[in-house]
């Protein structure tokens, strides 16, 4: 307790002194023994100087050498504690015997001032071995702070150096004399190998002289420098860097060292990538996307202008990409798009541009034009690229595609003006059948206002029954006899009168309406058939046109199913109903469609394939479908004659259908010549004018009983 009472008392005297330096165990120890040292000796002082030296006796005179020796102790530590014996025993000895005689004997002042003297002496000789001892104790608390202070110094650097970041050392020269491991592990360089050269091992020559001019520059300005680097590691591969330059300076304000810190900007330049591709490209194909296409149609608009050049914009829309889609899958449907991205670049010159702009609509933008011929060229080419067969895997698909086109100056001169204009000139592109294209005129905007008219109005046709099915009898070149018909769909348009069938129905296929169409043909069909084979005529057939958009429809085998229970209902066999097909659909047909189309036939349905010879004639395909009948198109009837070329196609269709067991229909005959002619080289059935153009359901009756 005593320990710590005297602790405190000398830590709150260490503060009113303001003496924290000391405040620690070596400390407290050693200003202690001087203070006591100090108190010994005024002690002493005061006991000789308060003695007359005919008083001073020998124990008082003997004492002030043993309390100077105290003194001593107290200044210089326990460890002098033998000398300081030793000397009490020589004052005994030698001083008291000495002290005695100059009392006894010489009495003088003289003799004691002597004495006194001597004993000043020795106070004076403790008092400056104390301060010596005093001033080395503070000299060596001063070094070891500083070794304190130097030690923490260290241990900072060598943290700092032991960074992330790559550190350099370098001369006033810019040679390297230290770095660290990072450094390494960024260049590429081992500290041996770069110690003793020149910065410049780094420089990738990216960056241009200006760029060191002002470097320099900013160092001797300022101090340092921070800023973006490209730098070439050993390999030689370039590698972006945040670089900061420090410099060190020594009393004359020269620059001595200089301290470069580098940090790796690879990862964040990837980050920036990944970021600016996701925000200007499309990630499943690579091209631009439709912020980037803005941006860049804007940038070439403006180029034009200033160069008075012309422009095209194309707009291209996928045909029949959802039906694929939706057959096969998303997985299917993004590889197909991504093999339509690979066809469009390979078509379009360096300095066109491709984009999708979302979905199945891509754009191309055509620069430095010097003529229209030059764009016809190029989307030919685009429509023939994507004609051809995709094979993604397992499945192999087939697509067309309906492009629009906008010239500038001669459509427009503002962006959005330009591309309205071209997407109008892509819809009709997909009215006129699609696989084409078309260029916007003027007079299109009246044209599309009709068209979107019509298509508003044929969603109301069925509600509103203007449908109506008239039929054109088929008839036996050998007898004369009719046994078969062709439905013809008509629609009577409340204002506009009767619609020809090939004037809306590309409308229906565009707008999906082609499969309720359809269906309500179908039914019309079995029940009008129902009608005439309970009438007298028992094998009598109806042939209906079958679009390539319904069976290729992924809900279009529940249809098929709601016919077969139709012809259930009127207990009619399938036979009695044949499904026209066109001939390019057996080319371009998917895994879908076929399955349907294999159902029906399955189920007694009989097939036609119509317009033969103008499309893909490929005859594996009639043994592979099991076709039943063959209809020559009109094209080849309507020239027909004696040793005509016509002639001998017709005859050779003929021949090679009758081979494969099919039937021949022949289409468009107008005069007797033709359909002489036609049974001459065995054509099985005619249809045409010459008996008959297509008539109402009642007419139709009529004529049937009396043929």
């Not at 194309?314 to 339509?340: A, C, M, P, Q, S």
């Not at 051809?388 to 906008?406: M, N, R």
């Not at 013809?488 to 707008?511: D, K, L, M, Q, T």
Request: charge should be negative; aromatic fraction near 10%.
């Amino acid at each position: 307790m005593l320990r710590k009472r005297i602790g405190k008392k000398v830590d709150h005297f260490f503060d009113r002194l303001n003496l924290s330096t000391y405040r620690n165990a070596v400390g407290r120890y050693v200003i202690v023994r001087y203070l006591l040292a100090i108190v010994l000796i005024l002690l002493a002082l005061l006991l000789r100087f308060s003695l007359a030296p005919q008083e001073a006796g020998l124990p008082f005179i003997t004492f002030f050498p043993a309390v100077t020796l105290i003194g001593l102790w107290a200044g210089f530590g326990p460890g002098l504690f033998a000398i300081i014996i030793c000397c009490l025993l020589a004052n005994y000895l030698f001083f008291q015997p000495f002290n005695s005689f100059l009392i006894n004997y010489s009495p003088s002042i003289l003799s004691l001032d002597l004495l006194f003297s001597l004993e000043e002496l020795i106070v004076l000789v403790v008092i400056k071995a104390m301060y010596r001892n005093y001033d080395n104790y503070v000299a060596n608390e001063e070094q070891l702070k500083q070794l304190q202070i130097n030690k923490i110094d260290q241990k900072i650097a060598a943290i700092v150096f032991d960074s992330q970041e790559a550190i350099i050392v370098t001369d006033a020269k810019g040679i390297i004399l230290k770095v660290n491991s990072a450094f390494k592990d960024l260049t590429g360089y081992s500290a041996e190998e770069a110690i003793g050269q020149s910065l410049r091992i780094l420089k990738s020559g990216e960056n241009d002289a200006d760029f060191y001019k002002l470097l320099l520059e900013n160092i001797k300005g300022v101090g340092d420098w921070t800023g973006e680097v490209w730098d070439r590691d050993k390999t030689g591969k370039l590698h972006p860097k945040w670089m900061t330059i420090s410099t060190i300076k020594d009393d004359d304000n020269k620059i001595t060292h200089y301290i470069v810190r580098q940090t790796d900007l690879s990862g964040r330049k990837f980050a920036e990538q990944k970021i600016e591709q996701l925000a200007f490209y499309d990630v499943l194909t690579g091209l631009a996307n439709r912020n980037w296409f803005h941006d860049r149609f804007q940038l070439e608009l403006d180029v034009s202008k200033n160069k008075e050049r012309s422009l095209a914009l194309l707009l291209i829309n996928l045909d029949r990409f959802k039906v694929i889609n939706d057959t096969y899958g998303h997985d299917v449907g993004d590889r197909l798009l991504e093999e339509v991205a690979k066809r469009l670049l390979k078509v379009v010159r360096e300095s066109d541009t491709v984009a999708r702009l979302g979905g199945d609509e891509f754009a191309i933008i055509l620069s430095e034009l010097k003529t229209i011929q030059a764009v016809k060229i190029i989307v030919m080419t685009v429509l023939e690229s994507l004609a051809l067969p995709f094979y993604l895997g397992s499945h192999q698909c087939h697509i067309t595609a309906s492009i629009g086109i906008a010239i500038y100056p001669k459509n427009a001169t503002e962006a959005m003006m330009l591309l309205k204009n071209a997407d109008q000139a892509m819809t009709l592109a997909k009215s006129m059948g699609r696989n084409t294209f078309a260029f916007f005129s003027v007079d299109m905007q009246e044209t599309m206002s009709n068209r979107l008219s019509l298509d508003n109005d044929l969603r109301q046709a069925l509600p509103r029954r203007e449908f109506a099915l008239h039929y054109q009898p088929v008839v036996d070149l050998d007898t004369g006899q009719v046994r078969k018909a062709e439905a013809v769909i008509h629609w009577h348009h409340w204002e506009r009168g009767i619609v020809n069938a090939a004037e809306f129905i590309p409308f229906s296929e565009a707008n999906g309406l082609i499969t309720d169409i359809s269906h309500w043909v179908f039914q019309q069909a079995v029940t009008d058939v129902k009608r005439w084979r309970d009438s007298g005529f028992p094998d009598f057939s109806v042939s209906i046109n079958l679009s390539s958009v319904q069976l290729r429809s992924p809900c279009a085998d529940e249809i098929y199913k709601q016919w077969l229970e139709l012809l259930e209902h009127f207990n009619l066999p399938g036979g009695c109903i044949t499904l026209k097909i066109k001939e390019d659909f057996m080319m371009g047909s998917d895994e879908n469609a076929i399955k349907n189309l294999l159902f029906l036939q399955a189920a007694g349905l009989r097939m036609a394939i119509d317009h033969f010879g103008t499309g893909y004639s490929v005859f594996s395909y009639l043994k592979k479908f099991k076709i039943d009948y063959l209809k020559i198109d009109p094209s080849f009837v309507v020239n027909l004659s004696e040793g005509s070329v016509d002639r001998d196609l017709c005859e050779a269709m003929i021949v090679m259908a009758h081979k494969l067991g099919i039937k021949v229909i022949a289409e468009g005959i107008k005069t007797q010549a033709q359909r002489d002619l036609l049974l001459q080289v065995g054509c099985d059935f005619g249809q045409g004018d010459y008996f008959s153009h297509s008539v109402p359901v009642s007419e139709f009756t009529n004529g049937l009983a009396v043929n």
